[in-house]
C-alpha cells in the first residue's frame, strides 16, 4: 500500500520559514517524481515544486522560485520542502504527491497523495 504522510506545517509570522517532511513508502522511492502542491481557501491547487528521486533534478512554481528549495534523502524514503520568506498569500494546504516516470513527463498524472498539512502566514 502506497502511503505518503506530510508533516511540519504550521503557523509562522511573514518572513520566517517552515520545513515540511513527506515520508513515503509502499513503492519505489528512487524511481519517482514526487511533488508538492498546495491548495488555500476558494483557489485551486496549485503545483508548487517537483522533484526526481532518481537524479535530483528539481522545478519550480514562478511563486516560490528562490524561496522554496525541494530536496529529498533516499535512503530515507523522504522529500522535503524547505519554505524560506514565507508571505500571507503562502497559506494554505500543503499535499505531498507521487508518480512514476521522469520529471520531464508531466503528462503521467500524480495518483498518490497525502493527505496534507495546513501552512499559515501571519501578516
Known amino acids: 500500500e502506497v502511503q505518503l504522510v506530510e508533516s511540519g506545517g504550521g503557523l509562522v509570522q511573514a518572513g520566517g520559514s517552515l520545513r515540511l517532511s513527506c515520508a513515503a513508502s509502499?513503492?519505489?522511492?528512487?524511481?519517482?517524481?514526487l511533488g508538492w502542491f498546495r491548495q488555500a481557501p476558494g483557489k485551486e491547487r496549485e503545483g508548487v515544486s517537483y522533484?526526481?528521486?532518481?537524479?535530483?533534478?528539481?522545478d519550480y512554481a514562478d511563486s516560490v522560485k528562490g524561496r522554496f528549495t525541494i530536496s529529498r534523502d533516499n535512503a530515507k524514503n523522504t522529500v522535503y520542502l524547505q519554505m524560506n520568506s514565507l508571505k500571507p498569500e503562502d497559506t494554505a494546504v500543503y499535499y505531498c504527491?507521487?508518480?512514476?516516470?521522469?520529471?520531464?513527463?508531466?503528462?503521467?498524472?500524480?495518483?498518490?497523495w497525502g493527505q496534507g498539512t495546513q501552512v499559515t502566514v501571519s501578516s
Open positions: 522533484i526526481s528521486t532518481r537524479d535530483g533534478s528539481t
Open positions: 504527491a507521487a508518480r512514476s516516470g521522469r520529471l520531464s513527463d508531466s503528462r503521467i498524472e500524480f495518483n498518490y
Open positions: 509502499g513503492f519505489t522511492f528512487d524511481d519517482y517524481t
